[in-house]
């Protein structure tokens, strides 16, 4: 294999705007006929026309240029060195805790997203690598969680579905201290509103099947290193478990891109208003949402954040009633999911946290009374005429 796709963070960008970046990411034009996209070079391999001299992509697996532009422009966008995409977040996730070996043990969000639980305690266990799931939200929980051989600290914040907030800055520097290997998944905020890596954090992941991509059509991955280092041992996973992105999808999630700065304003004034008209309902046990004035991590999250995001859960009060609200609701796609432009309620409970014991969901606070809105770019006032008459009876 040659050296292949290195990525490079071209240093003028950097000082650009996030909005700008959005648009301006460095492959936007193609260099050899100006079209204005990124070419989708849909080939597996790569001539060698001199085979002393390799062309800078010789397999697709190993380096595709329309996957680079991508890993490039997330790592623009993320303020990391060099970025990496993924078939699925879960693909991202599962090649980016290959960093830890047999023997291992890492700290992990304990309300972490269903399917990294499902990874941890049933997969990677069973190869050595061990986990202790804790409310980060809690430093001194973090730090008791400490074992001779933690090797790394995961987060998630906001955490999915209760939006539970973790001090990133805080976590790290301990961890740092302990020389633990740092990651976020920053699926919930996006690099629009949290960039982990300028607080020291090693690795950022994102299903960026999510916001990122933010039409519900396609499903991908990313990571972004902080150093050259960890980015050298992520190309190596990347490529040794060939957990790649196709092509095709690269450049419809770059499409997507685009538009997220636009997408997640428009969706968090809408979440706001969402949350605040629940808030008032007799009938919400509880609503949460980290732009809410007593919601317990607003101060950390405002510290580290420059927006709440576009999710809001809420407790009904039942499992009956949740069903009857999902059953009812007639706009928002009732789905599996989060972070398209068409709202989605999900129903974590039997979707997204159906793999973990109940006790342990309930203990989690994911009760059965629990959804979980994405507020899309509908408009709000249609989406809470609707949410009322789902929630009437
Ligand atoms: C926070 C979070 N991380 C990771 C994932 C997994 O991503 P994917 O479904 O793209 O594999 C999800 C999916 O719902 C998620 O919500």
Same mark, same amino acid.
């Given at each position: 294999?040659?050296?292949?796709?290195?990525?490079?963070?071209?240093?003028?960008?950097?000082?650009?705007? !996030?909005?700008?970046?959005?648009?301006?990411?460095?492959?936007?034009?193609?260099?050899?006929?100006?079209?204005?996209?990124?070419?989708?070079?849909?080939?597996?391999?790569?001539?060698?026309?001199?085979?002393?001299?390799?062309?800078?992509?010789?397999?697709? &697996?190993?380096?595709?240029?329309?996957?680079?532009?991508?890993?490039?422009?997330?790592?623009?966008?993320?303020?990391?060195?060099?970025?990496?995409?993924?078939?699925?977040?879960?693909?991202?996730?599962?090649?980016?805790?290959?960093?830890?070996? =047999?023997?291992?043990?890492?700290?992990?969000?304990?309300?972490?997203?269903?399917?990294? *639980?499902?990874?941890? @305690?049933?997969?990677?266990?069973?190869?050595?690598?061990?986990?202790?799931?804790?409310?980060?939200?809690?430093?001194?929980?973090?730090?008791?969680?400490?074992?001779?051989?933690?090797?790394?600290? *995961?987060?998630?914040?906001?955490?999915?579905?209760?939006?539970?907030?973790?001090?990133?800055? =805080?976590?790290?520097?301990?961890?740092?201290?302990?020389?633990?290997?740092?990651?976020?998944?920053?699926? !919930?905020?996006?690099?629009?509103?949290?960039?982990?890596?300028?607080?020291?954090?090693?690795?950022?992941?994102?299903?960026?099947?999510?916001?990122? $991509?933010?039409?519900?059509?396609?499903?991908?991955?990313?990571?972004?290193?902080?150093?050259?280092?960890?980015?050298?041992?992520?190309?190596?996973?990347?490529?040794?478990?060939?957990?790649?992105?196709?092509?095709?999808?690269?450049?419809?999630?770059?499409? %997507?891109?685009? @538009?997220?700065?636009?997408?997640?304003?428009?969706?968090?004034?809408?979440?706001?208003?969402?949350?605040?008209?629940?808030?008032?309902?007799?009938?919400?046990?509880?609503?949460? *949402?980290?732009?809410?004035?007593?919601?317990?991590? &607003?101060?950390?999250?405002?510290?580290?954040?420059?927006?709440?995001?576009?999710?809001?859960? !809420?407790?009904?009060?039942? $499992?009956?009633?949740?069903?009857?609200?999902?059953?009812?609701? &007639?706009?928002?796609?009732?789905?599996?999911?989060?972070?398209?432009?068409?709202?989605?309620?999900?129903?974590?409970?039997?979707?997204?946290?159906?793999?973990?014991? =109940?006790?342990?969901?309930?203990? &989690?606070?994911?009760?059965?009374?629990?959804?979980? !809105?994405?507020? %899309?770019?509908?408009?709000?006032?249609?989406?809470?005429?609707?949410?009322?008459?789902?929630?009437?009876?």
């Amino acid at each position: 294999m040659s050296d292949l796709g290195k990525g490079h963070q071209d240093k003028g960008k950097q000082d650009l705007k !996030f909005a700008t970046k959005l648009l301006h990411f460095g492959s936007e034009i193609d260099g050899a006929t100006g079209a204005s996209s990124v070419p989708i070079y849909q080939a597996s391999t790569f001539h060698h026309a001199d085979i002393f001299n390799p062309p800078v992509h010789d397999y697709s &697996r190993s380096g595709n240029p329309t996957r680079q532009a991508l890993e490039d422009y997330i790592a623009l966008l993320e303020g990391g060195v060099r970025g990496f995409a993924y078939s699925s977040g879960m693909a991202a996730i599962s090649s980016t805790f290959m960093l830890l070996s =047999a023997g291992d043990h890492m700290i992990v969000t304990e309300d972490v997203y269903g399917g990294t *639980y499902r990874l941890l @305690t049933s997969i990677l266990n069973r190869h050595g690598i061990e986990s202790t799931f804790v409310d980060m939200t809690d430093l001194d929980q973090v730090k008791a969680a400490l074992k001779p051989n933690t090797k790394a600290v *995961y987060m998630e914040t906001p955490s999915n579905p209760t939006l539970k907030i973790t001090d990133i800055e =805080a976590v790290t520097k301990w961890a740092k201290e302990h020389d633990l290997l740092t990651m976020v998944d920053n699926t !919930f905020m996006t690099p629009y509103y949290q960039r982990p890596i300028e607080v020291g954090v090693d690795i950022v992941l994102h299903s960026a099947t999510k916001f990122l $991509g933010g039409h519900s059509d396609v499903l991908a991955g990313l990571a972004v290193a902080r150093t050259e280092e960890i980015g050298r041992q992520l190309k190596q996973l990347q490529n040794g478990l060939g957990t790649v992105l196709g092509v095709q999808e690269s450049w419809l999630l770059m499409r %997507g891109m685009k @538009t997220l700065q636009a997408r997640m304003k428009h969706s968090e004034e809408s979440a706001a208003v969402l949350a605040a008209w629940l808030k008032g309902r007799q009938d919400i046990t509880q609503v949460f *949402y980290p732009g809410l004035i007593d919601h317990p991590g &607003r101060e950390i999250h405002e510290k580290q954040s420059t927006g709440y995001g576009a999710v809001v859960s !809420f407790d009904v009060g039942s $499992g009956e009633r949740a069903k009857q609200v999902l059953n009812r609701a &007639r706009i928002p796609l009732v789905a599996v999911s989060l972070g398209a432009v068409e709202s989605i309620l999900s129903y974590p409970a039997m979707m997204s946290h159906a793999a973990m014991p =109940a006790e342990v969901r309930l203990e &989690r606070g994911i009760t059965d009374g629990l959804l979980r !809105f994405s507020v %899309g770019l509908e408009d709000v006032d249609d989406l809470i005429a609707d949410l009322d008459q789902a929630l009437q009876g």
